[in-house]
């Protein structure tokens, strides 16, 4: 089984910043794309940062859009968070994930189907970010 473990997380005042990293073995190579969600306690799971493997192709949630940049790491296998002017509304838990199954479930624009949970197949167990006023 394929692990990814994601570090980084911690605690930081706002308008810090934070780099995220996931350990991915094999899957910036094998993977359809990669991305970023954050889960906030009583929300539901977000994508924030996405990033087809192949393409470079990369997509950033609007709230997050200037601030958070994902980029991989082919040589050593590794997805990368970097988040900046980081606010408070930025507390979550962290998760790295990958498609690695080749077909999509529904048939969305790019850049929507990039956030869909659902359309991941491989999870880290999260890290936890809290930003404080």
């Known amino acids: 089984q394929v692990q990814m473990v994601e570090s980084g997380g911690g605690s930081v005042q706002a308008g810090g910043s934070l780099r995220l990293s996931c350990a991915a073995s094999?899957?910036?190579?094998?993977?359809?794309?990669m991305a970023w969600f954050r889960q906030a306690p009583g929300k539901e799971r977000e994508g924030v940062a996405g990033i087809f493997t192949k393409s470079g192709r990369t997509y950033y949630a609007d709230s997050v859009k200037g601030r958070f940049t994902i980029s991989q790491d082919n040589a050593k296998n590794i997805l990368l968070l970097q988040m900046t002017s980081l606010t408070t509304e930025d507390t979550a838990t962290y998760y790295c994930?990958?498609?690695?199954?080749?077909?999509?479930?529904?048939?969305?624009?790019?850049?929507?189907?990039?956030?869909?949970?659902?359309?991941?197949?491989?999870w880290g167990q999260g890290t936890q970010v809290t930003v404080s006023s």
């Open positions: 094999g899957l910036t190579h094998s993977s359809v794309c």
């Open positions: 994930a990958a498609k690695v199954g080749g077909a999509w479930r529904e048939i969305l624009p790019e850049h929507v189907r990039i956030f869909k949970v659902a359309e991941y197949d491989r």
